[in-house]
């Protein structure tokens, strides 16, 4: 048997001709398509034109990050931040640390209150705990080929120059505030012929394999379900229609929508990005560091500038130490891939209370913690097993 691509001008097909399609079974057995060829499921390095300033921009975004140009002006120098305040950590009372516990034992289901009723306190112990933050505002742009189906979008490639990747205008968000912005580059938009179809605007039929029929599924080919009882689900002839393309053998090209041209064009992506690291003080107080990632501090000291100058003068030198490890790591790893637009500096004092005290003659602790008074009491003394009944 022949196949013969089917082709017409004004409904194109990828079926083929199939003369025993139309016969009873008993003429001749049924036909098998061959399976449909896939097209090509990348863009051809072809399909790109080559842009001046845009040379490395591949699809997909294989291009990657664009390296901001030189500044135009000299780059302003860090200065000193402002005055450091004093540094002293206010002493929680027993009745905020009682409070506290009762709170924290009543959100327990399994935990009895006794303890935080009758349990007497004595001793309460404040712990200094700094929190450093430095945040490191970037804007970075990359740079990728993109398409989409053309529908008469006016096409500029070449009409002259198109500007730089830098040169482009966006509108950032807020300081510190991360934000994401895709801009057409100007005169880069134009016309190609769809990869995936080829042009056609149809793209064959995986379900048939491009026959535009099948198999039938209840005679499983014969055209017969039991002797000489014929098929009825497909008239005896042993094929069916394919009911993802209407036995057409071709379906409408996803690429380009069945339009058989694209668009190309090259996509400016714009990313402003808060790129953000703590240090947190270690304490001998026994509280582990990660429940302090969770709860907020008294702010004692804020600094924001295009560039920062790293803290001076704190009372404890490795707040000092990890300061000037910051500022200098990021300084050096944003400053080659994206544009610094400001930086910020904080520090935190987190209180940590430690309380020791006594339950039916027995000494327990636990920790109050943060400016919401939260509670950590990994050993409380009076637990129970809940059941549902």
């Not at 993109?146 to 830098?166: F, L, T």
């Not at 807020?174 to 056609?200: E, N, R, W």
């Not at 130490?321 to 935190?348: N, Y």
Request: glycine share 10%; charged share 15%; net charge neutral.
């Amino acid at each position: 048997m022949e196949y013969k691509p089917i082709v017409g001008p004004e409904n194109p097909s990828y079926g083929i001709s199939n003369p025993v399609f139309g016969l009873p079974a008993g003429h001749a057995p049924a036909m098998f398509a061959p399976p449909a060829a896939d097209g090509p499921s990348a863009p051809p390095a072809g399909m790109f034109d080559n842009m001046p300033g845009y040379e490395g921009t591949l699809a997909g975004g294989g291009g990657g990050y664009v390296p901001p140009p030189a500044p135009a002006f000299p780059v302003p120098q860090p200065q000193p931040g402002p005055e450091q305040p004093s540094w002293n950590i206010p002493s929680i009372t027993e009745d905020t640390a009682r409070e506290a516990f009762a709170l924290f034992a009543s959100s327990k289901c399994c935990y009895s209150s006794a303890p935080a009723k009758d349990g007497v306190i004595t001793n309460m112990e404040a712990f200094n705990t700094y929190r450093y933050r430095l945040e490191t505002f970037t804007e970075s742009r990359s740079t990728e080929w993109n398409h989409e189906p053309y529908r008469g979008q006016p096409v500029d490639a070449y009409a002259q120059p198109p500007p730089g990747p830098w040169d482009i205008p966006a509108q950032s968000p807020s300081f510190f505030a991360d934000g994401k912005q895709k801009i057409k580059v100007p005169y880069t938009s134009s016309v190609k012929s769809c990869h995936l179809c080829v042009g056609m605007g149809r793209k064959p039929c995986k379900d048939c394999a491009g026959a535009g029929n099948k198999v039938c599924w209840v005679c499983n080919g014969s055209g017969y379900r039991h002797g000489d009882d014929r098929c009825h689900h497909c008239s005896g002839r042993g094929r069916e229609n394919c009911s993802h393309c209407q036995g057409q053998g071709s379906r409408q090209c996803d690429t380009c929508q069945g339009k058989q041209q694209l668009l190309v064009y090259i996509n400016l992506t714009v990313k402003w990005t808060n790129n953000c690291d703590d240090y947190v003080v270690e304490q001998c107080s026994g509280l582990q560091l990660d429940n302090l990632s969770t709860v907020s501090g008294k702010e004692l000291f804020r600094d924001s500038q295009y560039l920062v100058y790293p803290v001076l003068g704190f009372p404890d030198p490795s707040v000092a130490q990890a300061a000037q490890r910051l500022v200098g790591e990021h300084q050096a790893k944003f400053s080659h891939t994206a544009r610094i637009l400001q930086q910020r500096q904080t520090i935190e004092l987190i209180p940590v209370t430690k309380v020791t005290y006594t339950w039916k003659g027995k000494s327990h602790i636990y920790f109050v913690y943060g400016n919401e008074f939260k509670v950590n009491a990994d050993n409380y003394p009076a637990t129970c097993c809940c059941s549902i009944m």
